[in-house]
Structures are given as structure tokens and as C-alpha cells.
């Protein structure tokens, strides 16, 4: 939205959202999923556990059965269980630790030259005005825009969650606020 102030146009796009667990697994997911160290280390222990497995089990076939062989066959299979479940594991235990937060209404309204996140709850209430330089990176995803503030901490800011404006007003004005480098448009 276009508003005019003391002769002078200002930007203002309006978001009012409430984190849900289904949002914020989809952020602690991406979020860490979105470094390659991450993802090539994941490879790198499927490739490690699926070769150690086949040589159990070759060596289980060729001498018969052994039940170390056997346990480290088993301990093998919970480790890429665990792979598989840490990314969920860890969105659910982050929920629930920060959940008084999450149930509460976050707002943010971005304009020309800084933006404002508010939350406002029955517990809480606090407000923020921030230049757009404390962003350290924004990921734009088919659902939602990360504007992370630090390595691990990001703003979620839904898309569909948009009350003034659109995400395309957003996602302009973001790219024009930080290096085309620390803007990334994923297709995730």
C-alpha cells in the first residue's frame, strides 16, 4: 500500500500472522536443509552407513550369522533413522519451548526505509523498529519469505498472511534493500 505523509510517498506492506507447528517445521526444515555443509555431510553418511551395511550383511551371508554383526546392522539402521527424524525431532522441540511465544499474534509492517515487527498477546507485548542492514540473508520460498537475522534466527513472514500490499510489493522491496547475494529465491 502507497500512503502519502508530509508530501512524501511511503511504502507500507502489512503482515499479521500466528506461528503454527506446521509454518515452523516447514522453517526449521528449510532452515536446516538450506546450508550445503548440511546436505553434503547427510550424503556423505547415507553413502558411509548404506556401504558398512552392505558389508555386514555380505559378510553375515558368507559366514553365517553373528549376533555383533547383526546389533551393528541394527545400530546402523537407527542412525539413519535418526537422520531422517532429526529435522522433524528438533522443529517439535523448538515449538514447544517457544510456544507462549508462538501463540501470539506477530505483526510486521515494512516501509521504505525500516521495518516493525510487533507481537501482541495476553502475555506479551513488545514492538520492534529495525533498518533492513540487520537481515543477514532472505530466502523466498513458494509459501513464505525468511529474513534471517542471524545464522540460526529468522523472521517468518507468510505470504498468505499479506493484509496490505502483495508478495510481489514484498519481495521487491526486500530485493532492493539488501545485496542481490543475500537474496535468494528458492523453489522449495
Given at each position: 500500500m502507497i500512503s502519502l505523509a508530509k508530501g512524501v510517498l511511503l511504502l507500507e506492506i502489512k503482515v499479521a500472522t500466528k506461528i503454527t507447528y506446521p509454518m515452523y517445521k516447514e522453517y526449521a526444515i528449510f532452515s536446516i536443509y538450506k546450508s550445503k555443509f548440511f546436505k553434503i555431510a547427510n550424503v556423505f553418511c547415507f553413502i558411509m552407513i548404506i556401504f558398512v551395511a552392505f558389508f555386514i550383511t555380505k559378510t553375515m551371508i558368507d559366514y553365517g550369522f553373528d549376533i555383533v554383526l547383526f546389533i551393528l546392522l541394527f545400530v546402523l539402521a537407527l542412525c539413519i533413522a535418526v537422520l531422517l527424524v532429526y529435522p522433524v525431532l528438533t522443529a517439535k522441540?523448538?515449538?514447544?519451548?517457544?510456544?507462549?511465544?508462538?501463540?501470539?499474534?506477530?505483526?510486521?509492517?515494512?516501509?521504505?526505509?525500516?521495518?516493525v515487527s510487533e507481537t501482541k498477546g495476553s502475555d506479551i507485548s513488545s514492538a520492534s523498529n529495525s533498518n533492513y542492514n540487520i537481515i543477514q540473508k532472505i530466502y523466498e520460498t513458494k509459501n513464505y519469505f525468511y529474513l534471517f537475522i542471524t545464522r540460526q534466527q529468522a523472521?517468518?513472514?507468510?505470504?498468505?498472511?499479506?493484509?496490505?500490499?502483495?508478495?510481489?510489493?514484498?519481495?521487491?522491496?526486500?530485493?532492493?534493500?539488501?545485496?542481490?547475494?543475500?537474496?535468494?529465491?528458492?523453489?522449495?
Amino acid at each position: 500500500m502507497i500512503s502519502l505523509a508530509k508530501g512524501v510517498l511511503l511504502l507500507e506492506i502489512k503482515v499479521a500472522t500466528k506461528i503454527t507447528y506446521p509454518m515452523y517445521k516447514e522453517y526449521a526444515i528449510f532452515s536446516i536443509y538450506k546450508s550445503k555443509f548440511f546436505k553434503i555431510a547427510n550424503v556423505f553418511c547415507f553413502i558411509m552407513i548404506i556401504f558398512v551395511a552392505f558389508f555386514i550383511t555380505k559378510t553375515m551371508i558368507d559366514y553365517g550369522f553373528d549376533i555383533v554383526l547383526f546389533i551393528l546392522l541394527f545400530v546402523l539402521a537407527l542412525c539413519i533413522a535418526v537422520l531422517l527424524v532429526y529435522p522433524v525431532l528438533t522443529a517439535k522441540i523448538y515449538y514447544k519451548s517457544g510456544s507462549k511465544l508462538y501463540s501470539n499474534e506477530i505483526c510486521f509492517s515494512f516501509y521504505d526505509d525500516h521495518l516493525v515487527s510487533e507481537t501482541k498477546g495476553s502475555d506479551i507485548s513488545s514492538a520492534s523498529n529495525s533498518n533492513y542492514n540487520i537481515i543477514q540473508k532472505i530466502y523466498e520460498t513458494k509459501n513464505y519469505f525468511y529474513l534471517f537475522i542471524t545464522r540460526q534466527q529468522a523472521f517468518i513472514v507468510p505470504k498468505n498472511d499479506i493484509v496490505s500490499g502483495s508478495a510481489d510489493e514484498l519481495s521487491t522491496l526486500l530485493k532492493s534493500k539488501v545485496e542481490s547475494n543475500r537474496y535468494i529465491k528458492s523453489h522449495k
